[in-house]
């Protein structure tokens, strides 16, 4: 019997770690040597353990179990982003003629939903085949955004598949952009930076960002530029070759935090890969697969030490990569992107697999 033939074990148990997490509940996932927890704060991707090449397993993912530092540098670890991935410019939006003011959170933006968003609320959870199943009831007004939304987030694990499915549906026409922020280093948490992992990008355009990190418009091509992943490429490189004299996107951002626009997908069709991350020392691979239009990539530039995962080391810049399938950012400023509009009667779906392996 392989790994994928055998039941998914699905274990549900308290998650208080600090004392400030009274009612919180971790999931843990377990088929074979593949292991995934699932926390009902933020409904975030807790853990992710994988075994190398040598079938020794290391956990791949940043954490904490302080909620605390989940609540504050570590809030957007792993957690299910919403209502609105990424940024909106203005802190507004306008739907069939009337504008809604969204709350800031600062830079003339409004990021991943709002200051209250859906990664500091505490998710209800139940079992369901191979995993489990988080349910967030968000009202209408909810950081600005009209109509009452309610959101159901599945995380189902086969063999070495990580699924994880997203469906929401509204009382008023609003936007909908869902992600997951989990930050990836295959080598292991705290093992060191991630600037030796190869990426591929099935990507031929991003999107460039001004000051504030929004994008400003059109695609532009990667070919020829640091962003040109498509071939594997160490993440390390392409930021060595935007310092201080080169790409000014990468000067802006101090490293790697953009919009990549996937190859066009079928509609309503299967996950199409998007990435594959893989740890040349550790031998371990991440496919990342989804029927996302875009995927955001970024290379914790901005991490300050803050945070201490459990294995003793403190993440700085480059501790993890973060591979976020979603639409494109600003997407409601801009109608030649992808649509983020969500109507009564209408239904939102997303679909990511993260599917692990090792590789020789």
Known sequence: MTASDRPTEVLRAPFDHSGAGVGLERWTLRSGPVEATVITLGA????????????????????????????????????????????????RITLDGEEFALLPTGHGVTLHGGPDSFSHRVWAAEEIPGGVRMHLHSPDGDQG???????????????????????????????????????????GEGSGDVLGHLLTLDADHYTPVNEQQVPYGPY????????????????????????????????????????????????????????????????????????????????????????????????????????????HPDSPHHPQYPSTELRPGQEFRSTTVLRLGTAG
């Open 44 to 91: 975030a991707l807790h853990t992710l353990t994988a075994p190398d090449r040598d079938g020794v397993p290391a956990q791949v993912l940043l954490t904490t179990d302080d909620v605390g530092l989940l609540l504050g540098p570590a809030r957007h670890y792993g957690v299910t982003v919403g209502r609105f991935a990424n940024r909106i410019a203005d802190s």
């Open 145 to 187: 955004f009209p109509g009452a939304l309610d959101v159901w987030a599945d995380f189902t694990l086969t063999g070495s598949d990580l699924v994880i499915s997203y469906r929401a549906v509204t009382t008023r026409p609003t936007v909908v952009n869902l992600t997951n922020h989990a930050y990836f280093n295959l080598a």
């Open 220 to 327: 532009e091509p990667v070919a020829g530029t640091p962003f040109d992943f498509t071939a594997a490429r160490a993440i390390g490189e392409g930021i060595a070759a935007g310092g201080a004299e080169g790409h000014p996107q990468l000067k802006l951002s101090r490293g790697y935090d953009h919009n990549w626009v996937l190859r066009e997908r079928p509609a309503d069709g299967p996950p199409v890969r998007a990435a594959l991350l893989a740890d040349p020392g550790s031998g371990r691979t991440l496919e990342v697969l989804t029927t996302e239009p875009g995927l955001q990539v970024y290379t914790a530039n901005g991490f300050d030490g803050s945070v201490t995962g459990p294995s003793g080391a403190a993440h700085g810049p480059f501790a993890g990569v973060a591979l976020e399938t979603q639409h």
